[in-house]
């Protein structure tokens, strides 16, 4: 494998570490920082989570067709440089505030997912686009059950350890990079920075006008809705549902990342060179449909700790989508694509914690009609059947002058 494309994959691991590397101590961290309760530190975190999915939705887009316009390399060496003199400053945080806006740059430079999917497309033949997005997938897997592992063990050296650590990380990529890194963009297909192309809103509206884009781009939205109430609610379901630990909780999801780690790292190409991109995205969809039925209504812990990391065999669907439209949109436009799919995942960071967690808290309240800890996947099980409709309608071909 070539270092660029390691260092890419880096970045992208790093990111999913950066942010699950400091879930264990957060709790305890921001009590420590205002004197409150758990119950007041919860609230904290959420506006601190809530903040961090703001701010990708706003600079996806602007990171990406600042790539566009300027290169992958600078945007990825100084988003990543930044992200390090970040974490520094949240580990020596004294107050909530200056967390807070510690929050606020991280989500601008987490945004450069976009730019590290703008470079595999660059990097990659069409036939390829798909595959390659899935080793980027896998690099997030990986990075997804890193990172609150690590970020456990390292908390026991204090709340401030995994920022330290969170802050090496990037700043050793970030010289890996200045080395390894070689530039994509040529003038063959660097364009203008055009900030009405470069907020969330603008980004939409372009890729809307390109047939058939729309459509994936719905159908994207929808599985990330979906595919949230695992980070959203397993924690709350499992100890409602099975009497889990955080340890076994853990080690669930954990399983459930090592195999979304080998399926789109491994088997999706695989898949898709026996179905295609379209033939995978469907395959996904239907999979996860019976995933999530089966998710629930379980209520074995051994079953569910069985069907957590066959759940993820689904986790083909991205990739695919990313792959098809990337070949639609053409060279020039990679970085505004990408920017434009990061802001749609982050909205759907956005709001799928909401939804979920409200459907988890109305079927296990004491005054709830049926008790149904599972209702939240029974949720994102109609959202996957839309998505399919979706993506299975027939598309209107223009007439014939």
Avoid: H
Avoid at 32 to 57: H, I, K
Avoid at 216 to 223: K, P
């Amino acid at each position: 494998m070539r270092l660029p494309v390691v260092f890419i994959l880096l970045s992208v691991m790093i990111d999913a570490m950066g942010v699950g590397l400091i879930i264990p101590v957060m709790p305890d961290l921001i009590r420590e920082v205002t004197g409150g309760d758990l119950a007041s530190a919860a609230l904290w975190g959420g506006v601190l989570t809530t903040v961090f999915a703001v701010m990708q939705f706003l600079f996806g887009p602007v990171m990406g067709n600042l790539s566009d316009r300027y290169g992958r390399r600078p945007v990825l060496l100084i988003s990543l440089a930044v992200m390090a003199a970040d974490y520094v400053v949240m580990a020596v945080a004294g107050s909530i505030w200056l967390l807070f806006i510690g929050r606020i740059v991280g989500g601008i430079t987490a945004a450069t997912q976009s730019t590290a999917n703008a470079y595999m497309a660059d990097i990659s033949d069409p036939e390829k686009k798909a595959q390659n997005f899935g080793l980027v997938g896998a690099a997030f897997g990986i990075g997804f059950v890193i990172g609150p592992l690590l970020g456990g063990v390292l908390g026991e050296f204090g709340t401030r350890a995994p920022f330290w650590a969170a802050a090496a990380l990037a700043g050793a990529n970030a010289v890996l990079g200045y080395v390894v890194l070689t530039e994509t963009v040529t003038d063959a297909i660097r364009r203008p920075f055009e900030w009405r192309r470069a907020n969330p809103f603008g980004a939409f509206k372009s890729m809307r006008d390109l047939p058939g884009i729309g459509r994936l781009f719905v159908v994207f939205f929808l599985y990330q809705v979906a595919f949230f109430v695992y980070p959203a609610v397993w924690a709350y379901f499992g100890q409602a549902r099975f009497g889990w630990n955080a340890g076994m909780i853990g080690l669930s999801l954990g399983l459930f990342g090592i195999m979304m780690a080998i399926v789109q790292g491994g088997l999706i190409r695989l898949i898709l060179r026996r179905l295609g991109e379209r033939g995978t995205v469907i395959y996904g969809l239907v999979f996860d449909v019976f995933a999530f039925g089966a998710l629930a209504i379980v209520t074995s812990g051994t079953v569910a700790l069985v069907l957590t990391p066959l759940a993820a065999l689904g986790a083909v669907i991205t990739p695919a989508l990313q792959g098809i439209m990337s070949k639609a949109v053409g060279d020039k436009r990679q970085g505004e694509l990408q920017g434009a799919l990061t802001s749609v995942g982050a909205v759907a960071m956005i709001v799928s914690p909401m939804i979920m967690t409200f459907t988890f808290a109305e079927f296990t309240r004491g005054t709830a009609p049926v008790y149904f800890p599972g209702a939240p996947f029974l949720l994102s099980l109609g959202l996957i059947l839309i998505a399919l409709v979706v993506f299975l309608w027939p598309q209107r071909r223009p007439v014939a002058a």
